[in-house]
């Protein structure tokens, strides 16, 4: 009886049609798996078991899901006593949603589903790769990893200059390129980025008094007899002149017609007549050349001449006017902002674009290359709700400095909190290292700002941070100012807090002059070496003297400087007072603004320091020799001032000047949002000093670091 019944069974299960559809007894120990946001191309990876409610094994068939899911480990049979670990994972190809669902069908056609789920994310970009360094996205700790590239690997300098590049211990690093073109009346130098160049070699020097050097193209530096008639000693009059005669120093009665007096940019040569040296009358300076921006209602605040005297004009957000002097200005392709010459070219921030500098052509305006910081870095991007350009400075030929600003993200031009991050770019326009700049004084919602940044010989850079006692350009420092030095890769070597608030900074033989304060500093440790009795200023120095602002002027709320009537020359490195120079009486300085120009007296070439001083009506421009701090001219200026000069600059037999500026000069950017006028005097003789810190926020251009050129040894 057992027997039939379960044969009946049997044929009444057969003859039933399969329970498609219904639950199998065969489960999932979860009924979904919802994978969390995964970056396109890496894999996540989940686990669960297949449970089996029945009394006995059951088989089961499976419809495998389709990319981007994979599954591994299903079982074909599951028995009542067994778990089978089976493994999920999720590889996103794309961005995007992803969902898919897992069918198992048993023996009996009931059914077993699991839900799988999830989101694509793309993967975020990585820095651009500097030389010798790669990023990577490291999914598992989500951000971009650094990676040395191998050693002996090819790379790019960015430097012309540099042949067979390979990256040495994570340095871009190659054979030096030898410029010679076979003259040896030139100095072969390379450029880095135009490669191989001739420039006129420094003048010959001369033996003894009357013994003058000069130049052979195939033997270099000779020596011959200076001409008849130039001076030799300290006799000058017309009764009794030491001159040289056929090589040798010698005392003579001078002729009439004899030269007893050096020229000046006003006045001719002084000539003997008798016993008398004779001069003709002084003539009052003119302006050949005049922009007036005001007139043409453009916000021009900053001047800029070329070596070749080409003069560039430039505004906080204009474009800058290029060969304002010449026949056909040009107008730059790009916001100006703040500019200076780099490597004979035109270095600019971009305004308003996000955190971007060019370099131009002088003679077009056309961009030879574009940085872009939230390109370059989108985690800095990120991190940031707006990026601009705070400083820019130059380290070397290739190498620059640009300080970039930023507002934290979430926050606008509002807020009183910023960011600063330092990124070096090779003469390409490549970057060769970003980091961010850190410290309790930045930290502070009191808008700190970088008032103060230059370089050394070495490349070392040196930044000045105060915060700001107003909002919205020009800012006015407050105390006290945060000093911080960098190597020139960048690293960290010290900072200093000083009490007073933050200017501009300049260098000299390891000295760092920090406008605001009466104490150079050590460029090795910060330390200070020596207390002067006046603020620096905006000093100007040589290799022997340091020259402050006169009487260490500031300018006073209304906009006139305090009457300064002398200037202080002080021994370099020791500091100890050189010279003493006092204007007439009633006469003072009137800008704190310093130049050092060169002017040719008895056929020597001499330093000057170029002021700007008032009698009258009228500024006169004034040189002082740095020597020994003796008068070598006082020339009326031949125009009417709006303001006192408030920048001139020099270039081969030139001086432009500006005036005119409704806005703090002290301030940073220098005289923003003014409308000034522009005016050039032609002074055939003058020449601009080529000197570690010759004036103008740093050096000729802006370029703010310490001329190389007569660097101590």
Not at 291 to 307: C, I, Q, S
């Given at each position: 009886?057992?027997?039939?019944?379960?044969?009946?069974?049997?044929?009444?299960?057969?003859?039933?049609?399969?329970?498609?559809?219904?639950?199998?007894?065969?489960?999932?120990?979860?009924?979904?798996?919802?994978?969390?946001?995964?970056?396109?191309?890496?894999?996540?990876?989940?686990?669960?078991?297949?449970?089996?409610?029945?009394?006995?094994?059951?088989?089961?068939?499976?419809?495998?899901?389709?990319?981007?899911?994979?599954?591994?480990?299903?079982?074909?049979?599951?028995?009542?006593?067994?778990?089978?670990?089976?493994?999920?994972?999720?590889?996103?190809?794309?961005?995007?949603?992803?969902?898919?669902?897992?069918?198992?069908?048993?023996?009996?056609?009931?059914?077993?589903?699991?839900?799988?789920?999830?989101?694509?994310?793309?993967?975020?970009?990585?820095?651009?790769?500097?030389?010798?360094?790669?990023?990577?996205?490291?999914?598992?700790?989500?951000?971009?990893?650094?990676?040395?590239?191998?050693?002996?690997?090819?790379?790019?300098?960015?430097?012309?200059?540099?042949?067979?590049?390979?990256?040495?211990?994570?340095?871009?690093?190659?054979?030096?390129?030898?410029?010679?073109?076979?003259?040896?009346?030139?100095?072969?130098?390379?450029?880095?980025?135009?490669?191989?160049?001739?420039?006129?070699?420094?003048?010959?020097?001369?033996?003894?008094?009357?013994?003058e050097g000069w130049c052979d193209p195939r033997q270099g530096c000779q020596l011959r007899p200076a001409p008849n008639g130039t001076f030799c000693g300290e006799a000058r009059g017309c009764d009794l002149a030491e001159v040289c005669v056929e090589g040798a120093c010698v005392k003579r009665n001078p002729p009439d017609g004899f030269v007893c007096a050096p020229a000046s940019p006003c006045q001719g040569e002084g000539r003997c007549q008798g016993s008398t040296c004779v001069r003709p009358e002084a003539t009052a300076l003119v302006p050949d050349w005049t922009y007036d921006a005001a007139a043409e209602d453009r916000k021009l605040h900053d001047l800029l001449v070329g070596p070749t005297g080409d003069v560039t004009l430039a505004g906080f957000f204009e474009k800058p006017v290029l060969d304002a002097a010449g026949d056909s200005p040009v107008h730059a392709q790009v916001t100006g902002r703040r500019c200076m010459l780099w490597n004979e070219r035109l270095l600019c921030m971009d305004l308003p674009q996000q955190g971007q500098v060019s370099l131009m052509e002088r003679a077009t305006g056309a961009p030879r290359w574009t940085f872009n910081l939230a390109r370059a870095r989108p985690d800095i991007a990120e991190r940031s709700s707006t990026i601009f350009l705070a400083r820019l400075a130059v380290m070397a030929p290739d190498r620059l400095a640009a300080l970039f600003e930023a507002y934290p993200v979430g926050q606008d031009s509002r807020t009183l909190c910023r960011l600063y991050y330092l990124v070096v770019l090779d003469a390409a326009g490549g970057m060769v290292s970003a980091q961010a700049m850190e410290d309790p004084l930045l930290s502070e919602c009191n808008h700190p700002h970088p008032f103060g940044l230059a370089s050394d010989t070495a490349g070392d850079l040196y930044v000045t941070f105060s915060p700001t006692v107003n909002s919205g350009a020009p800012l006015s420092a407050g105390a006290p100012t945060l000093v911080m030095a960098f190597s020139s890769d960048g690293v960290p070597r010290w900072r200093r807090t000083l009490l007073f608030p933050g200017g501009e900074l300049g260098l000299v033989r390891g000295l760092l002059i920090p406008e605001g304060g009466a104490e150079p500093l050590r460029t090795s440790d910060g330390e200070p070496v020596g207390t002067l009795p006046l603020k620096l200023g905006r000093a100007v120095a040589t290799r022997e003297v340091l020259v402050p602002s006169p009487e260490g002027a500031t300018v006073n709320p209304d906009g006139v400087p305090p009457a300064s009537p002398r200037l202080q020359g002080y021994a370099v490195p020791g500091l100890t007072p050189a010279w003493t120079y006092q204007l007439p009486a009633g006469a003072s300085f009137t800008s704190k603004e310093l130049r050092l120009g060169t002017w040719p007296e008895g056929g020597v070439r001499r330093t000057m320091v170029l002021g700007f001083a008032a009698e009258g009506a009228r500024p006169a421009l004034v040189g002082v020799r740095t020597g020994d701090g003796s008068e070598a001219f006082r020339c009326e200026l031949g125009y009417t001032p709006r303001t006192v000069p408030q920048l001139f600059e020099l270039g081969p037999g030139t001086l432009t000047l500006m005036d005119g500026a409704t806005t703090c000069g002290e301030c940073d950017p220098p005289f923003a949002d003014s409308r000034a006028r522009f005016q050039r005097f032609t002074l055939p003789g003058l020449e601009p000093a080529k000197e570690p810190w010759p004036g103008t926020f740093g050096g000729p251009g802006h370029d703010h670091h310490e001329d190389a050129v007569h660097a101590a040894p």
């Amino acid at each position: 009886m057992v027997l039939l019944l379960t044969g009946l069974l049997g044929a009444c299960r057969e003859e039933q049609p399969p329970l498609v559809g219904s639950s199998s007894q065969v489960r999932f120990s979860q009924e979904a798996v919802a994978f969390p946001a995964t970056y396109v191309g890496v894999s996540r990876q989940g686990e669960l078991r297949v449970v089996s409610t029945g009394r006995s094994p059951i088989r089961v068939t499976w419809n495998a899901p389709q990319e981007p899911f994979w599954v591994e480990g299903l079982p074909e049979r599951v028995g009542p006593s067994e778990e089978p670990l089976v493994k999920v994972r999720f590889t996103p190809s794309g961005p995007g949603a992803f969902s898919a669902t897992l069918v198992g069908t048993d023996e009996g056609g009931r059914t077993v589903t699991l839900r799988l789920s999830g989101e694509g994310r793309p993967v975020p970009p990585c820095p651009t790769p500097v030389a010798c360094r790669r990023f990577t996205f490291d999914a598992v700790r989500e951000q971009c990893v650094e990676e040395v590239l191998e050693e002996g690997t090819a790379c790019d300098p960015g430097n012309a200059c540099v042949l067979d590049a390979v990256c040495q211990q994570g340095h871009c690093k190659g054979r030096e390129r030898v410029c010679d073109d076979g003259n040896a009346c030139t100095t072969d130098v390379c450029s880095p980025l135009d490669g191989c160049q001739a420039v006129p070699a420094p003048p010959c020097p001369g033996d003894g008094a009357c013994q003058e050097g000069w130049c052979d193209p195939r033997q270099g530096c000779q020596l011959r007899p200076a001409p008849n008639g130039t001076f030799c000693g300290e006799a000058r009059g017309c009764d009794l002149a030491e001159v040289c005669v056929e090589g040798a120093c010698v005392k003579r009665n001078p002729p009439d017609g004899f030269v007893c007096a050096p020229a000046s940019p006003c006045q001719g040569e002084g000539r003997c007549q008798g016993s008398t040296c004779v001069r003709p009358e002084a003539t009052a300076l003119v302006p050949d050349w005049t922009y007036d921006a005001a007139a043409e209602d453009r916000k021009l605040h900053d001047l800029l001449v070329g070596p070749t005297g080409d003069v560039t004009l430039a505004g906080f957000f204009e474009k800058p006017v290029l060969d304002a002097a010449g026949d056909s200005p040009v107008h730059a392709q790009v916001t100006g902002r703040r500019c200076m010459l780099w490597n004979e070219r035109l270095l600019c921030m971009d305004l308003p674009q996000q955190g971007q500098v060019s370099l131009m052509e002088r003679a077009t305006g056309a961009p030879r290359w574009t940085f872009n910081l939230a390109r370059a870095r989108p985690d800095i991007a990120e991190r940031s709700s707006t990026i601009f350009l705070a400083r820019l400075a130059v380290m070397a030929p290739d190498r620059l400095a640009a300080l970039f600003e930023a507002y934290p993200v979430g926050q606008d031009s509002r807020t009183l909190c910023r960011l600063y991050y330092l990124v070096v770019l090779d003469a390409a326009g490549g970057m060769v290292s970003a980091q961010a700049m850190e410290d309790p004084l930045l930290s502070e919602c009191n808008h700190p700002h970088p008032f103060g940044l230059a370089s050394d010989t070495a490349g070392d850079l040196y930044v000045t941070f105060s915060p700001t006692v107003n909002s919205g350009a020009p800012l006015s420092a407050g105390a006290p100012t945060l000093v911080m030095a960098f190597s020139s890769d960048g690293v960290p070597r010290w900072r200093r807090t000083l009490l007073f608030p933050g200017g501009e900074l300049g260098l000299v033989r390891g000295l760092l002059i920090p406008e605001g304060g009466a104490e150079p500093l050590r460029t090795s440790d910060g330390e200070p070496v020596g207390t002067l009795p006046l603020k620096l200023g905006r000093a100007v120095a040589t290799r022997e003297v340091l020259v402050p602002s006169p009487e260490g002027a500031t300018v006073n709320p209304d906009g006139v400087p305090p009457a300064s009537p002398r200037l202080q020359g002080y021994a370099v490195p020791g500091l100890t007072p050189a010279w003493t120079y006092q204007l007439p009486a009633g006469a003072s300085f009137t800008s704190k603004e310093l130049r050092l120009g060169t002017w040719p007296e008895g056929g020597v070439r001499r330093t000057m320091v170029l002021g700007f001083a008032a009698e009258g009506a009228r500024p006169a421009l004034v040189g002082v020799r740095t020597g020994d701090g003796s008068e070598a001219f006082r020339c009326e200026l031949g125009y009417t001032p709006r303001t006192v000069p408030q920048l001139f600059e020099l270039g081969p037999g030139t001086l432009t000047l500006m005036d005119g500026a409704t806005t703090c000069g002290e301030c940073d950017p220098p005289f923003a949002d003014s409308r000034a006028r522009f005016q050039r005097f032609t002074l055939p003789g003058l020449e601009p000093a080529k000197e570690p810190w010759p004036g103008t926020f740093g050096g000729p251009g802006h370029d703010h670091h310490e001329d190389a050129v007569h660097a101590a040894p």
